[in-house]
Every structure is written in C-alpha cells, then in structure tokens.
C-alpha cells in the first residue's frame, strides 16, 4: 500500500473507486474516502459478485449454493498497483484501482474473469513465453434514449445533421464528433491509456479505437477502463455510446479484433517467426488452436444473446463467419496482417465488442496455447473472398454455445470447473430472462394472423 498511497498523495485524491470486473465486464466495487482506502488496504465484497448478470440477477440456487459458501460470505480484494488510473469526469480529485479477488483461504478467486488471464498468462510464463496484444475497439454513438422498445438513432454531428449512408474511414464524418473524441483523447492521455489510431467505421456514428499493442493484462485493464471513459465521454455531450455487438437493426455490429504475436520472454523474438524470417511451425500450431477451440468458446467470444445477430450469414459483411485463416484476408475469421518478421501476428475477427476484455484475451490465448502444445496442424490458408460457410462449424445462438463449452474437456481443464460452470451459469441465466420477453417483432407479426 506504500507506493498506492504515494501515488494518492501525489494527485491528491480525496476518493478512490475500487473496482473489478465481474463475468459480464462490468466494474463491480465501492467508493471511499481516500484515508479510509489506504487504512484498510481493501475492500470486502460478497463472493456472489462473481455470479451476477448484467440484469441483476444470478444463476439457479443449486449452481448457485455448489460455487459459493451457503453463507454468502465476503471475498477479499487487493488492489493492484500497476492498475491504478485517474477519474478525468469526476468533480472531485478521483482515482479507480482495479483490484484482485481472494477467498478467506487466500487464494485468487477462480470465478474472477482477472484471475482467469493472469492463470492462462502463467501457462505462457512457464514455457518462456510472452504473448503480445493489440486490440481494436468498435462502438456506435447514439442519441439518448430512455424507452428500450424505440430503435436507436444517429446522434446529431457539429452541423446539427444526422449521418445517412455508409462512412467508412470518411475523416469528415469523424470530425462531427470531435469535441467527444477530444476529451476521449484528453482523458486517456491522462490516464495513461495506450490508444492510437481513431477510424471512423461504417455504420452511421460508429466508431474504432485501436490500441498500442502491449501485454495482455495491462490491455486488459486499458479496454476496461476505456469502456468507462468513452461513455462518461458521450454523457458530458448529451449522447450514448453502445458497445452492444448489434445495437442497430440492418447496420454493421461492432466487434473487437484482437491483433495476438507471442515471443520468446529472454530474448524478446517472435516465435512466430524461424531466423530466415519464415512462418514457424508455432505459428502454424496456434492457428489450428484457434481453428480448433474457438467454436467450444464462443460463449467468451460472443457473451450475449445479441452477440449472435453479428453472424448471420450474409447480415453483416464486415463479421466473417467462419474459422478460415488467410494472409490479408478480410473474409476469414483469422486474418494474417502483412508484415516484417518481427511482427508476424493473427487478428481474430470474431469477437464482439460486447465481450469481457479479461475473458476475451484468455479465450484468445488459451486456443492458441492447445495449439501449439499438442503440435496442431491448421488447414490451408484461404485465398480470395471466402464466404459464410461455418453452419457446421460454428454455433449461431447462445443456447448451443453453451452446450459446446461445457462439453469441451480441454477447456475445463485449463479455466476450472468451477468457472465453467459458473460463467454457463450467468448467461444462461440472461438468456432465461431473455425469452420471457415478449418482443415487438411478434406483436407486428403475431398479434392479429396467428
């Protein structure tokens, strides 16, 4: 707490929010006075934290009791002084640190999405390797709207207009949103956020942020963060920000590629690359990992009920639906970027940008970790635009996802039973929520012809 309580000091923080992610993404915590922070070294919360949906609920009683104490008792949280970042939106001089979860024996909790990364991070350790990431963030701005059943809408730009028609990578189009994007840049220069590149995609007021590629946990904690930034960014201008995977009917989703190199922790080479500067046969195994375990993942992939209208086949052309992997191929899910050597890296272009940056790192890095262990042979790169071929594949709803994670031993045994079987849990539980709803579509439809 010495060098925490230091760094307090010197930005002369009077609160502190402690926070930590929960399975959904979701910062899960309490906020303090900023002696009482550092008196007490921590905080307690329920372990039930862990097992909370986005809707506030939890998984059925017997998972519910078989994971965590009858008692409900608290879990320990430590913070962590390489997460420490600034509040820039608050009113009064804030900080939020990111904090690990323990049990009352001391160890890390295994339903913690943060604890999961750091164990698959080990995995990579113990075979001196480091994996290298770079994630690319996508999300729609939107008027604020307050009546779930109404669809949502562009906001208004600098010119008091809506956007019409596709925009992509159009610099004007971005410009209409740069006093948001402005204080965007402002705040994580403050925090220390390692965003680059701004684009502007192709639905209308849809956005990307590229960040610096790094080290995975650190990633991890920026995009957490980030997520947080980019919404009190477009609430101090009167708008939403949405990184729902398909907020906007008959427009593009919005994903999160995550760009994956590993290299040698000692001499800092991509193993990705032989001396003659070559793809590797560790490039090649991690590939067939990914071919391999993403279809047992995609609950991590794809988290939410809404995560599966990216794959439609032929709904969204920028959301490849398949596992094919190719060298400059937009049409594949795995996409090898050209590049030097040193560089070599696959992009998975599955991921929505819904889903838990903890989670998604992991997932990414645990089927390519199989992959190269057990010597995984991929199957030939595609070339040429590749079409929507995975109905086998891949699954296309929540429901079946599940079925094929739980079922995967391999998985099992790398992220434990425990989390398994309580991340099921949580989305099931969603998804139950999800099917008591009665939705407009069956009212237009239904009400009066059937």
């Known amino acids: 707490m010495k060098t925490i309580a230091q760094w307090l000091t010197q930005h002369n923080i009077t609160e502190v929010e402690c926070i930590t992610p929960d399975q959904t993404g979701i910062a899960r915590g309490k906020i303090m006075p900023t002696e009482k922070f550092i008196n007490e070294g921590g905080i307690r919360l329920p372990e039930s934290v862990m097992l909370q949906t ?40 804030t900080a939020q640190i990111i904090h690990d979860c323990f049990d009352s024996m001391g160890n890390a909790m295994s339903l913690s ?35 779930p059943d109404l669809p949502l809408e562009p906001p208004l730009g600098r010119s008091g207009r809506q956007e019409s028609g596709r925009q992509s990578f159009s610099i004007d189009a971005a410009n209409e949103f740069d006093p948001i994007m402005e204080d965007v840049y402002d705040w994580c220069e403050q925090m220390g956020l390692d965003i680059d590149t701004l684009i502007h995609e192709e639905g209308p007021a849809q956005m990307e942020f590229n960040f610096r590629h790094g080290d995975a946990l650190k990633l991890a904690d920026q995009v957490f963060i980030f997520k947080r930034t980019l919404r009190e960014a477009a609430l101090k201008h009167n708008i939403d920000a949405t990184f729902m995977a398909k907020p906007i009917e008959g427009e593009p989703g919005s994903s999160m590629h995550i760009h994956q190199s590993i ?54 052309g920028n959301a490849p639906v398949n596992i094919e992997w190719g060298e400059e191929n937009r049409t594949v899910g795995l996409r090898v970027p050209q590049s030097n050597p040193q560089a070599r890296r696959v992009e998975n272009r ?101």
């Open 54 to 93: 986005a809707t506030g609920d939890y998984p059925d009683d017997d998972l519910y009791y078989k994971l965590l104490d009858p008692a409900d008792i608290d879990m320990q949280l430590k913070p962590d002084e390489g997460a420490m970042f600034l509040v820039p939106w608050a009113l009064e001089p």
């Open 113 to 147: 999405p943060r604890a999961i990364l750091k164990n698959v991070l080990k995995l990579y350790s113990d075979k001196g390797w480091q994996p290298i990431v770079a994630p690319e963030v996508e999300f729609y701005l939107t008027k604020r709207s307050i009546d």
């Open 263 to 316: 290299v040698d922790a000692n001499t800092g080479q991509n193993i990705f690359s032989n001396e003659d500067g070559a793809a590797s046969v560790l490039f090649h195994n991690y590939i067939a990992g990914l071919q391999t375990y993403i279809p047992k993942l995609m609950p991590i992939f794809a988290p939410n009920v809404n995560s599966y209208r990216r794959y439609l086949p032929g709904e969204d």
């Open 350 to 450: 599955l991921p929505g940008s819904d889903t838990n940056p903890y989670l998604v790192f992991a997932g990414n890095l645990m089927c390519g970790y199989l992959g190269m262990i057990n010597g995984l042979t991929p199957r030939k790169p595609v070339t040429g635009r590749h079409g929507d071929t995975a109905e086998a594949e891949l699954p296309f709803n929540l429901e079946t996802a599940l079925e094929e994670m739980s079922d995967c031993a391999d998985i099992r045994a790398i992220l434990g039973d425990d989390f398994v079987d309580g991340f099921i849990g949580t989305r099931q539980a969603e998804y139950e929520g999800f099917k008591r709803v009665i939705s407009s579509w069956e009212r237009e439809f239904l009400l009066s012809s059937v």
